[in-house]
């Protein structure tokens, strides 16, 4: 995308000696301004330029005109001074200029305008396709073509208008004064178009404006501001089309997106409503290798609330997670894939769903033998406090008590004594012979030690 851009090609050689030549041909007319912002659009390119460019004092004013009034009427001109603004935007030492001329402001008016036109040429397709128009008339097939050529023409000055304007919003001053102006809505309309680069720039812009709770309200916004409970905001109804997607930057990206939504409790209860498909679409990216631990990470945050991990808990995703969980090669499961399967272990039809019949409470004792890991010790407590799953533990009963007093962490040992005091030992019979083999009580009057902790 950086790369591109340019219009207005002439067989001059651009040289900063002629920049003031160059300024005062953009006095004349739109053609001639074309060549002129060209050829300081092959100087700007170069980084070292850029400082003597901005000493002609009138360059960037100018600049900044001519995007307002003659930029609507040449696409040309616009990209080409765009592209001028954008390398300029590219260094934040240059961002003070920027902003004295205004350059967010025209930018922002330049993406309106575009967007404007863009609704209007939608409506006239829809309008003359109702009318059958035959895609095989060559006269039709001509019009296509060039409407194909107007949208990817429109879209690369889009693609270089927000780029301008996500280098400007470094300054969280500037930011929050584009998410008055509405960026907020701006960017989520973009999220039906098809350029893939464009996309991806979009959802980093609201990856990076979803971090300030200023921003949340615009964020939740709903279709014709809806007061419907159950009704998904406008950005999450977007971000279904992206979550598989088969382009895996804008997949990752939207991911990336969902995660900083899902610190808002309101945002995490849309994600995780069955009306929004999410958590099906979670569960099959779960399988893949790509995303995985951003997929844990975002499921670990929308788990927080009860009601989310009953929902959760309906799905396949107690079953992968716990899967993940036995194949892991590691001596220590990583944090992300830890925290996500205790959360859903504390929740009944999850804990059941990962217990798997005891087959996988069996494998689990296994790992926990193999490696005294504590997430693993955590994670059977939380499946031991669920009657339905603690039974499956029972005849584990002996090599649990044996461990117990074998590991040297206080917190392991605090973990493992959960899962045997959460167990059903009334149901034991051989509970005494146990206690004799193991000195059971000794071993706890050791440790209830008053002002010992």
Request: hydrophobic share 40%; with cysteine; net charge neutral.
């Amino acid at each position: 995308g950086g790369g591109g851009g340019g219009s207005g090609q002439t067989d001059e050689t651009p040289s900063l000696d002629q920049l003031d030549r160059y300024v005062e041909m953009m006095y004349d007319d739109p053609e001639t301004a074309t060549q002129a912002t060209y050829l300081i659009l092959q100087l700007a390119r170069s980084p070292e330029n850029l400082e003597q460019l901005l000493e002609n004092e009138a360059l960037l004013g100018l600049l900044a005109r001519l995007l307002q009034e003659e930029g609507p009427k040449s696409m040309d001109l616009a990209i080409n001074i765009l592209y001028i603004l954008y390398a300029f935007s590219n260094f934040s030492q240059f961002h003070p200029a920027l902003y004295q001329a205004r350059v967010g402001n025209y930018v922002l008016s330049v993406i309106e305008l575009e967007n404007k036109r863009h609704r209007v040429r939608e409506h006239e397709r829809a309008k003359n396709n109702g009318g059958g128009g035959d895609p095989r008339n060559p006269e039709e097939k001509e019009k296509e073509k060039r409407y194909r050529m107007m949208v990817r023409k429109q879209e690369k000055l889009l693609y270089v208008c927000f780029h301008v304007l996500l280098n400007l919003a470094e300054e969280p001053d500037i930011e929050r004064k584009m998410a008055k102006k509405g960026i907020v809505n701006v960017l989520v309309g973009m999220l039906n178009r098809s350029n893939p680069e464009l996309l991806v720039l979009v959802l980093l812009f609201l990856m990076k404006l979803a971090i300030f709770k200023e921003n949340l309200p615009a964020l939740r916004e709903k279709e014709g501001g809806k007061k419907d409970k159950n009704a998904l905001p406008v950005l999450l109804t977007a971000l279904q089309s992206f979550v598989p997607h088969n382009t895996e930057p804008l997949c990752a990206t939207a991911l990336r997106l969902l995660f900083n939504l899902s610190f808002d409790q309101t945002l995490r209860g849309h994600v995780v409503n069955p009306n929004s498909g999410f958590l099906q679409k979670l569960s099959s990216l779960l399988r893949r290798k790509m995303q995985l631990p951003l997929v844990l990470r975002l499921l670990y945050n929308v788990s927080a609330e009860t009601e989310a991990r009953k929902a959760i808990g309906q799905t396949e995703i107690p079953r992968v997670v716990m899967k993940h969980v036995l194949n892991c090669q590691e001596p220590q499961l990583p944090l992300e894939l830890a925290a996500l399967a205790i959360n859903l272990a504390s929740e009944g039809v999850g804990a059941q769903a990962m217990a798997d019949n005891g087959n996988a409470v069996r494998l689990l004792v296994d790992k926990l033998y193999a490696h005294s890991d504590l997430h693993i010790t955590k994670l059977l407590r939380n499946l031991a406090m669920h009657s339905s799953v603690s039974e499956y533990l029972l005849p584990f009963v002996a090599d649990l008590i044996a461990l117990c007093q074998q590991v040297d962490t206080p917190e392991l040992m605090v973990e493992m004594l959960g899962i045997i005091g959460g167990l059903p030992l009334g149901q034991l019979p051989d509970i005494p012979m146990l206690n004799d083999k193991y000195n059971l009580i000794e071993f706890l009057a050791r440790y209830l030690t008053p002002g010992f902790t």
